[in-house]
Nanobody
Framework: QVQLVESGGGSVQAGGSLRLSCAVS????????MGWFRQAPGKEREGVAA???????NYADSVKGRFTISKDNAKNTLYLQMSSLEPEDTATYYC??????????????????WGQGTQVTVSS
């Protein structure tokens, strides 16, 4: 059974930092594309960052230079380091996986497995 469990969300002031974690079980972790997504109230879910099995990553333009995606294969954990946070980053953040080695897309529909989400709130 595939399980993705996010943690690390919280409330922070603008300019602050948070690190999200996603514990993964039940899938051959290092053979998958992993990603972070977010959804703000009233908005569609959007891709934030993704990383492939060899560690190549890509980012949404809105977070480039501020967010860093990484993973620890030994711990089966995906991370999202978020810095210089802005109120516009407020959303529920989800980790997701797709059972392919291709990882060039940030389109949510192409990801098969999802966590339950963790809330990030950035105040001005």
């Amino acid at each position: 059974q595939v399980q993705l469990v996010e943690s690390g969300g919280g409330s922070v002031q603008a300019g602050g930092s948070l690190r999200l974690s996603c514990a993964v079980s039940g899938l051959p972790y290092n053979w998958n594309c992993m990603g972070w997504f977010r959804q703000a109230p009233g908005k569609e879910r959007e891709g934030v960052a993704a990383i492939d099995r060899i560690g190549v990553s890509n980012y949404a333009d809105s977070v480039k230079g501020r967010f860093t995606i990484s993973k620890d294969n030994a711990k089966n954990t995906l991370y999202l380091q978020m810095s210089s946070l802005e109120p516009e980053d407020t959303a529920t953040y989800y980790c997701a996986a797709r059972p392919t080695t291709s990882c060039s897309t940030l389109t949510p529909a192409f990801f098969n497995y999802w966590g339950q989400g963790t809330q990030v709130t950035v105040s001005s």
